[in-house]
């Protein structure tokens, strides 16, 4: 078991939190039984194990088959912590399982919630959720795909969405498409796509340095109907924003278990690697990136946590709050991986040790839903906020 240190003590949890995690965790330990060779299959197969041990009913509200009233976001990053320290894909099946019905979950109509969150949360359907662009990725509301009125009752969708985490096995996706109200951010629309749509293909799959399944999409004349709209029209920045405000915390937290796990190999290595007549963890220097690491882990985690617990008090915005836990955690996991690769000298380069598959595994949590960078635009603009 790859432990939390006394995370669970803090304030930010209550006992259901810490009863979850000792579940979860020693549910974790069963994913290296699962196969790894196939992409999609060792995908589909951690949905299904997950489902079945029902933890995907943290994904989804209570009332569609999941485990709390409203989504949990203390309980979603408990998940991802515990989950990315154990197995990467079992990690991101269960993020995409959330971010792919997150917008249904808070703005979806009854009708919807019925139809899609039951089977998500049971693990026999797998969520997508489809903004980024070739051409809009940090700046959604460059968003070019259109959704445009058929009739009273449908939307035609064209165009493309690229680097679509669950691209190819998903069963549906969430797509934001211009819908013209305005121009820019306030005329853009979010609509449930079943991935059985007429006129709706693989365009290309992507392979990545941390293999998962991965697509660009191709929307040609998709014919869907208007009810599967999520809120109002022109709604959907706001729909794509609020559920990465939720999502973003999430990212932060599988930061977390990544350099929970490299910090935990690196110290197992320290305390046992004998060398000029001790082991490596009596040089000075190893303590020094021990210490290093441990600081920034604690000093993430408690930002993640933070986010987590505000949006969970009730806030309606953690903007900010989640863009530093993304942002601190992503980062600083990197740095604390970057290090135990080094003391795992020329093992943490080599093919098949952890430390160089969480290497390999962390570095896109710095890109996708909202790069570093973005983070800091969105950081930036609220502390700016409060003084305007
Ligand atoms: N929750 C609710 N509403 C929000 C919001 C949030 N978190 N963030 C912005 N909005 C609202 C704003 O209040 C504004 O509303 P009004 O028009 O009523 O004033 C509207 O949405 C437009 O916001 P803004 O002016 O900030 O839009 P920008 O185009 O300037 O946004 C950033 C720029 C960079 C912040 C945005 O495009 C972004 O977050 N990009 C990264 C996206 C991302 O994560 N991509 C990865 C894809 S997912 S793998």
């Given at each position: 078991?790859?432990?939390?240190?006394?995370?669970?003590?803090?304030?930010?949890?209550?006992?259901?939190?810490?009863?979850?995690?000792?579940?979860?965790?020693?549910?974790?330990?069963?994913?290296?039984?699962?196969?790894?060779?196939?992409?999609?299959?060792?995908?589909?197969?951690?949905?299904?194990?997950?489902?079945?041990?029902?933890?995907?009913?943290?994904?989804?509200?209570?009332?569609y088959?999941?485990?709390?009233?409203?989504?949990?976001?203390?309980?979603?990053?408990?998940?991802?912590?515990?989950?990315?320290?154990?197995?990467?894909?079992?990690?991101?099946?269960?993020?995409?399982?959330?971010?792919g019905t997150g917008s249904i979950s808070l703005f979806g109509s009854t009708r919807l919630k019925e139809t899609y969150l039951p089977p998500i949360?049971?693990?026999?359907t797998i969520a997508a959720f489809a903004l980024?662009?070739?051409?809009?990725?940090?700046?959604?509301?460059?968003i070019?795909t259109t959704a445009t009125l058929d009739g009273a009752d449908h939307v035609v969708i064209d165009g493309?969405k690229?680097?679509?985490?669950?691209?190819?096995?998903a069963d549906h996706y969430i797509v934001f498409a211009r819908t013209?109200e305005?121009?820019?951010?306030?005329?853009l629309s979010a609509f449930v796509v079943d991935a059985t749509t007429p006129g709706l293909?693989?365009?290309?799959?992507?392979?990545?340095?941390?293999?998962?399944?991965?697509?660009?999409l191709?929307f040609d004349k998709c014919r869907v109907p208007v009810t599967h709209r999520l809120g109002p029209p022109g709604e959907g920045?706001?729909i794509a924003?609020?559920t990465?405000?939720?999502?973003?915390?999430?990212?932060?937290?599988?930061?977390?278990?990544?350099?929970?796990?490299?910090?935990?190999?690196?110290?197992?290595?320290?305390?046992?690697?004998?060398?000029?007549?001790?082991?490596?963890?009596?040089?000075?220097?190893?303590?020094?990136?021990?210490?290093?690491?441990?600081?920034?882990?604690?000093?993430?985690?408690?930002?993640?946590?933070?986010?987590?617990?505000?949006?969970?008090?009730?806030?309606?915005?953690?903007?900010?709050?989640?863009?530093?836990?993304?942002?601190?955690?992503?980062?600083?996991?990197?740095?604390?991986?970057?290090?135990?690769?080094?003391?795992?000298?020329?093992?943490?380069?080599?093919?098949?040790?952890?430390?160089?598959?969480?290497?390999?595994?962390?570095?896109?949590?710095?890109?996708?839903?909202?790069?570093?960078?973005?983070?800091?635009?969105?950081?930036?603009?609220?502390?700016?906020?409060?003084?305007?």
């Amino acid at each position: 078991m790859i432990p939390l240190g006394d995370t669970l003590d803090w304030p930010f949890f209550e006992q259901r939190h810490r009863s979850y995690a000792k579940e979860l965790s020693t549910f974790a330990e069963t994913l290296h039984d699962l196969p790894h060779d196939d992409v999609d299959a060792a995908c589909r197969a951690r949905v299904r194990a997950l489902g079945k041990a029902g933890f995907l009913r943290a994904a989804v509200p209570a009332a569609y088959g999941g485990l709390t009233a409203e989504l949990d976001v203390r309980t979603l990053c408990l998940s991802r912590d515990i989950l990315a320290a154990q197995d990467g894909l079992a990690d991101f099946a269960f993020a995409m399982q959330g971010l792919g019905t997150g917008s249904i979950s808070l703005f979806g109509s009854t009708r919807l919630k019925e139809t899609y969150l039951p089977p998500i949360a049971r693990g026999e359907t797998i969520a997508a959720f489809a903004l980024s662009e070739r051409e809009a990725g940090s700046d959604v509301a460059a968003i070019a795909t259109t959704a445009t009125l058929d009739g009273a009752d449908h939307v035609v969708i064209d165009g493309s969405k690229t680097w679509i985490s669950n691209g190819g096995i998903a069963d549906h996706y969430i797509v934001f498409a211009r819908t013209g109200e305005a121009p820019g951010a306030r005329g853009l629309s979010a609509f449930v796509v079943d991935a059985t749509t007429p006129g709706l293909t693989i365009e290309e799959r992507i392979d990545v340095i941390a293999p998962h399944p991965l697509a660009t999409l191709r929307f040609d004349k998709c014919r869907v109907p208007v009810t599967h709209r999520l809120g109002p029209p022109g709604e959907g920045f706001k729909i794509a924003m609020a559920t990465l405000d939720i999502f973003r915390s999430t990212v932060g937290a599988a930061a977390l278990g990544f350099a929970r796990r490299a910090q935990h190999e690196t110290i197992k290595r320290a305390s046992s690697r004998q060398l000029f007549g001790g082991v490596l963890g009596d040089l000075q220097l190893v303590q020094a990136a021990i210490a290093e690491s441990a600081a920034e882990l604690d000093a993430a985690s408690l930002l993640v946590y933070r986010a987590a617990w505000t949006k969970d008090q009730g806030a309606p915005r953690v903007t900010r709050e989640a863009a530093m836990a993304k942002m601190v955690a992503t980062e600083n996991a990197q740095k604390i991986i970057d290090r135990a690769v080094q003391l795992h000298g020329g093992l943490g380069v080599t093919k098949g040790v952890k430390v160089e598959e969480l290497y390999r595994e962390i570095r896109a949590l710095r890109i996708y839903e909202g790069a570093t960078d973005v983070q800091k635009i969105v950081i930036a603009r609220e502390c700016l906020k409060a003084y305007a």
